[in-house]
């Protein structure tokens, strides 16, 4: 692609070039000369039929996840997080050694590769806190903790001006292979926020449980935390914009509740 550059930007197609304009500019691209149908028949694009199917799936998982922790990522600015997230599922299902290209699988590829991703575009959880919380699960009862007993310094690292309280909220996403079947997701209720005063910090902070509804079929689970700052005036908490982020703290193959 290339970048428009003079006075007049133009959008829209002439011959084979097409003019389109995105966040960082006016681009310019030609049009591609090899038909569709070619390339859906041709055995000669058999690898590139193989990596559009998986492309296909890795974006279908992609929707499928961010609608399930959409309301827990309102307030962060998430600018590309979409083709972010599309970007990683597809190298996790690139990571698949057990099925052939183009059949390759989101849960057999290495989920490790999700751990620290950043939902936000502007922030990062590890400028605020001193570490991350730990993530078990007991197996035979469904229930799984967030403990925050490990992290090594209870004070937070920073906060934004003006903030004088911040809210911590943990949530679990358990998602399976099929992306027509919804993600589950589990995590705290906006009225049942605790504010803490970011004098405080961590300190005293208890470990929060949740009840996973496993399937029959493996899924991926899947523990983010959430950081929000807030500002008390005259007694009500207002949002800040500032310090708002979200991270991916765990991700695992979990398998069905029958296996």
Excluded at 143 to 153: I, M
Aim: charged share 25%; hydrophobic share 35%; glycine share 10%.
């Amino acid at each position: 692609m290339a970048k428009q550059t003079g006075i007049l930007k133009l959008t829209g197609t002439i011959g084979n070039i097409t003019f389109y304009k995105t966040r960082n500019g006016y681009l310019a691209k030609q049009k591609n000369s090899v038909s569709k149908s070619r390339i859906m028949k041709d055995p000669a694009y058999a690898g590139t039929r193989r990596a559009m199917s998986e492309f296909g799936h890795a974006s279908s998982l992609s929707k499928v996840f961010r609608f399930a922790i959409a309301g827990m990522i309102l307030q962060v600015h998430k600018g590309y997080f979409p083709s972010r997230l599309t970007a990683l599922f597809g190298k996790i299902i690139r990571t698949d050694k057990v099925n052939a290209p183009g059949k390759r699988e989101l849960l057999r590829g290495d989920l490790s590769l999700m751990k620290g991703l950043e939902i936000s575009e502007r922030e990062r959880l590890d400028a605020y806190l001193d570490g991350m919380p730990n993530l078990s699960i007991n197996r035979e009862t469904s229930v799984t903790v967030f403990s925050f007993s490990g992290l090594e310094k209870a004070d937070l690292l920073r906060y934004p001006k003006g903030a004088t309280h911040f809210t911590l909220k943990p949530g679990l996403v358990l998602m399976g292979e099929d992306p027509r079947q919804k993600a589950h997701f589990a995590g705290i209720k906006y009225t049942d926020s605790i504010y803490v005063p970011v004098k405080k910090g961590l300190e005293g902070m208890e470990d929060i449980r949740f009840s996973l509804q496993r399937g029959p079929d493996p899924q991926l689970l899947c523990g983010l935390l959430a950081l929000h700052f807030y500002q008390e005036v005259n007694g009500e908490m207002h949002a800040l914009s500032e310090g708002a982020c979200v991270r991916v703290v765990h991700a695992e193959r979990l398998e069905g509740k029958d296996s």
